[in-house]
């Protein structure tokens, strides 16, 4: 498939996005997130719901009003990990803010895993709003945090909901903050989506919520790059 027929000239802030189509473009691939399948969808939380679906690793989570809250007051990660496993090109995606007084650190992983000797994450892609130290989006993989990546682009606002969906499809990772892409990156040495496939959330120093979890298998087309002459 070629990708690079003529358009109308757009900003490149309103091509990056996900189109109303349910179409997100990224480097040389296609993603059909209208047809991908599901494989979890949890809208609103009972306590009951989050303990039968996730384990409480660190740091305090509970249920409030239908959304999970994390709450962590130290300078380490407070997690709350999926007891399933969703293996291969996945994507997870949520509605998130903070809580009062807390600002910072809402943070997500996929292909992710959990180290019980230590009590700790091991092997998993990880992505934050508002954290990487300096009000960041950022990306790191764990646990060596050999690949990391941050940007200030997004004007957070802690009072605000946003809709955060976190992708991997083979070797390129994705995060798309209400409907725009925010960054892409290719890992060299990918984790093996077919051996680990936890999902989790993270409290880093914070206090955020969050509800309407889905996480998806991705549906895509490998399309070759072209641009359309201009002149």
Request: glycine share 8%; net charge negative.
């Amino acid at each position: 498939m070629l990708r690079g027929e003529k358009k109308p000239y757009e900003r490149g802030a309103d091509v990056c996005r996900t189109i109303p189509e349910g179409t997100l473009l990224l480097f040389g691939k296609e993603v059909d997130l209208k047809n991908s399948e599901v494989l979890y969808q949890q809208e609103e939380f009972t306590q009951e719901i989050m303990e039968r679906d996730y384990d409480v690793k660190s740091g305090e989570w509970y249920v409030e009003d239908g959304w999970v809250v994390g709450k962590n007051p130290e300078m380490c990660p407070g997690m709350l990990v999926s007891k399933a496993d969703y293996f291969g090109n996945v994507m997870l995606e949520l509605t998130c803010t903070m809580v009062a007084p807390s600002t910072h650190d809402i943070n997500v992983m996929i292909n992710g895993s959990w180290d019980d000797v230590k009590n700790e994450r091991s092997w998993a892609y990880v992505t934050g709003l508002e954290a990487f130290w300096h009000g960041n989006i950022g990306f790191e993989k764990s646990p060596k945090y050999d690949l990391t990546i941050a940007n200030g682009m997004l004007d957070f606002d802690p009072t605000k909901e946003y809709r955060l969906q976190f992708g991997r499809i083979e070797s390129t990772l994705f995060v798309v903050v209400d409907g725009k892409l925010a960054f892409q990156i290719r890992d060299p040495d990918p984790i093996d989506g077919n051996l680990y496939g936890k999902i989790g959330f993270e409290a880093f120093a914070s206090w955020w919520k969050f509800r309407d979890v889905c996480v998806k298998r991705l549906s895509y087309t490998n399309v070759k790059e072209a641009y359309v002459s201009e002149f």
